[in-house]
T-cell receptor
Framework: DAGVIQSPRHEVTEMGQEVTLRCKPISGHDYLFWYRQTMMRGLELLIYFNNNVPIDDSGMPEDRFSAKMPNASFSTLKIQPSEPRDSAVYFC??????????????FGSGTQLSVL | AQSVTQLGSHVSVSEGALVLLRCNYSSSVPPYLFWYVQYPNQGLQLLLKYTTGATLVKGINGFEAEFKKSETSFHLTKPSAHMSDAAEYFCAVSPPNDYKLSFGAGTTVTVRA
């Protein structure tokens, strides 16, 4: 399996622009997570989905952030409009209900976002 | 609610020396505990996990951790550090049967030749 695939690997944009981050989870996994990593706040869970349905979005910082999962093999995290404080590494992870417990999340390599 | 505190944001060890990374947790229910490693420009990889049963758990790359309920700790150790162990390490906690992980701030390990 190719693992969790995120794109783009790096994104540089200007303040006010729309940014879309993409994630392809591991085939067969029915849980998908979006995390943000910054020096100041560490690794934070933004939102997670189960069977394409958002379960907990309490970590989404504000209305400028939105996430969708139109099908089992694709998810997006959108920031509109972007701000410099959104600069961070965004990780996507997936997991499977076949793990009887929350035994393992598989992480992608992340998207390094820089908002100028 | 669950939270994790990692003591020491940076640890420097000599090659061949013991690696000890400290993690204390707070949880209102019996926790599931995890250690992840992050190499530069990569995502997180699971090193080991504790869910139930034996409190000493062994993971990949020679790492192990011991769950001590009385001390609310889950410290990570490796008897002999290798240069390849240089990375950032994260302790995480979740409630049982819950997919929501809470991570510590991370500890960066450097290994001196």
């Amino acid at each position: 399996d190719a693992g969790v695939i995120q794109s783009p690997r790096h994104e540089v944009t200007e303040m006010g622009q729309e940014v879309t981050l993409r994630c392809k989870p591991i085939s067969g996994h029915d849980y998908l997570f979006w995390y943000r990593q910054t020096m100041m706040r560490g690794l934070e869970l933004l939102i997670y989905f189960n069977n394409n349905v958002p379960i907990d979005d309490s970590g989404m910082p504000e209305d400028r952030f939105s996430a969708k999962m139109p099908n089992a093999s694709f998810s997006t995290l959108k920031i509109q409009p972007s701000e410099p404080r959104d600069s961070a590494v965004y990780f996507c992870a997936s997991s499977s209900r076949t793990f009887a417990t929350n035994e393992k999340q598989f992480f992608g390599s992340g998207t390094q976002l820089s908002v100028l | 609610a669950q939270s994790v505190t990692q003591l020491g944001s940076h640890v420097s060890v000599s090659e061949g020396a013991l690696v000890l990374l400290r993690c204390n947790y707070s949880s209102s229910v019996p926790p599931y505990l995890f250690w992840y490693v992050q190499y530069p420009n990569q995502g997180l990889q699971l090193l080991l996990k504790y869910t139930t049963g034996a409190t000493l758990v062994k993971g990949i790359n020679g790492f192990e951790a011991e769950f001590k309920k009385s001390e609310t700790s889950f410290h990570l150790t490796k008897p002999s550090a290798h240069m390849s162990d240089a990375a950032e390490y994260f302790c995480a906690v979740s409630p049982p049967n819950d997919y929501k992980l809470s991570f510590g701030a991370g500890t960066t390990v450097t290994v001196r030749a």
